[in-house]
């Protein structure tokens, strides 16, 4: 259950990479015609709790992010992570800076990048970029560096879905996802303002997430493949970062 993500995971679900100053008000979802039964007629904030606990019930799940605005969001372009309860496993592809491994287990992130990520990640490590380029490069969470590394780790984290999970949400909408119909709720949540779509079949799963900083949608993320069999293991070739950096 995704109660027990490992550590990492867990302490770096509130380091977002988004930047820019985030609405309280971001613009109404668009809505459709779906009639409004069962659990669309029920108070959002009885919506917000099943949602956030059938969600943080699953196994496991698959989610693929779009950023809208890479100036925003370090250059990053989209990002697509498998999360299980050994951690996570995924890639960001990103503006010039080529495209980020990346596999979070209980307390060490590891990280494959090029040197230009690696130079635009931290100013730390900047000097030693072309030492780190193309290698599995471990970062624990006693390592001095690995502040550079979490917000990385932080966008693979199931848990910055449920980071608004007690904070008072507001409709916003009725829509679908892949035909599936679903309700919007705007709820504050981990750096801003997110639209959560909770499936209106089925289990009341968090389907989708979309945030946003004024009047710009600032990425967009489809959540699916709940409860498949993910393996997660650590990189057999990961070389510790201090080891990279004598």
Known sequence: MFRRLPL????????????????????PTTTTTFPKTGLAVEAPSRILYKACGSTRDVSSATFTTSFLHPALSNNYL?????VGPGGSVGTIQTKGMGQASIISTPLTVYLKASAAF?????????????ALAGTWVAVSISSPLFPAVAPV???????RFLAGCFNPPKLAGLGSVNGIPIIYLHVHGGSGTQALGIA????????SMTQFSGARTLSTTSIGAFNSAIAISAPTNATPIADLLK
Do not use: E, R
């Open 200 to 207: 209106l079949k089925g289990d009341p799963l968090i389907l």
């Open 8 to 27: 990492a995971v867990m302490l770096l679900s509130g380091s977002l990479v988004l930047g820019g100053c985030f609405a309280s008000s971001p613009p």
């Open 78 to 82: 989209s990002g697509t992570w498998k």
């Open 153 to 159: 780790a932080a966008l693979g984290s199931m848990s």
């Open 118 to 130: 690696w130079t635009q990640l931290s100013a730390s490590v900047s000097a030693h970029a072309k």
